[in-house]
T-cell receptor, first 110, second 115 residues
Framework: GQNIDQPTEMTATEGAIVQINCTYQTSGFNGLFWYQQHAGEAPTFLSY????GLEEKGRFSSFLSRSKGYSYLLLKELQMKDSASYLC???????????FGSGTQLTVLP | IAGITQAPTSQILAAGRRMTLRCTQDMRHNAMYWYRQDLGLGLRLIHYSNTAGTTGKGEVPDGYSVSRANTDDFPLTLASAVPSQTSVYFC??????????????FGPGTRLTVL
């Protein structure tokens, strides 16, 4: 089965750092995706973690702990354009499918 | 065409009517997916296709059907629309070959309202 938990909303200030957590219970877990979705737009790919540890990509980093069923997305030097919903999506290798969490709506304030 | 496209962009439909949402990709991805997105519920998988000629049911398949006659197209049909099918529908595709990383690319979405 699939069970994904991430905060519904977060607020942070421009220039700050924010960490969005995600816990999951996924059958046949094979990796975890993070997507960004601006209001009224399609989700776009941010990161994919297969192995434990931190993956850094510019201002965004993503961490995975397979044994704990835990991931986080770290956003540094926040900009107003980072205001969006961030979707945690574990990938099941056995089902070959993504399951999406409900998303964390991040609001960046000036 | 670049990437993945959907049509129409939005539609208002009377309950009981039949409707087909279109999805086309030009990336030669073998896998395609249909999701619906509702406030507070996130993206939920309706149907998927791992390769042309095959389809499978997702989490919420009732009231929907799909076909995959070729690699590029993956239409979603509502045989008799009901108000609970009011939602935003996203089509996606991914490369599920051994060299692919399973990243899903999304179309721009279709906003459907059933009255």
């Amino acid at each position: 089965g699939q069970n994904i938990d991430q905060p519904t909303e977060m607020t942070a200030t421009e220039g700050a750092i924010v960490q969005i957590n995600c816990t999951y219970q996924t059958s046949g877990f094979n990796g975890l995706f993070w997507y960004q979705q601006h209001a009224g737009e399609a989700p776009t790919f941010l990161s994919y973690n297969v192995l434990d540890g931190l993956e850094e990509k510019g201002r965004f980093s993503s961490f995975l702990s397979r044994s704990k069923g835990y991931s986080y997305l770290l956003l540094k030097e926040l900009q107003m354009k980072d205001s969006a919903s961030y979707l945690c999506a574990p990938f099941s290798g056995s089902a070959r499918q993504l399951t999406f969490g409900s998303g964390t709506q991040l609001t960046v304030l000036p | 065409i670049a990437g993945i496209t959907q049509a129409p962009t939005s539609q208002i439909l009377a309950a009981g009517r039949r409707m087909t949402l279109r999805c086309t990709q030009d990336m030669r991805h073998n896998a395609m997916y249909w999701y619906r997105q509702d406030l507070g519920l996130g993206l939920r998988l309706i149907h998927y296709s791992n390769t042309a000629g095959t389809t499978g049911k997702g989490e919420v398949p009732d009231g929907y059907s799909v076909s995959r006659a070729n690699t590029d197209d993956f239409p979603l049909t509502l045989a008799s629309a009901v108000p609970s099918q009011t939602s935003v529908y996203f089509c996606a595709s991914s490369d599920r070959t051994s060299g692919g990383n399973n990243e899903q690319f999304f179309g721009p979405g279709t906003r459907l309202t059933v009255l």
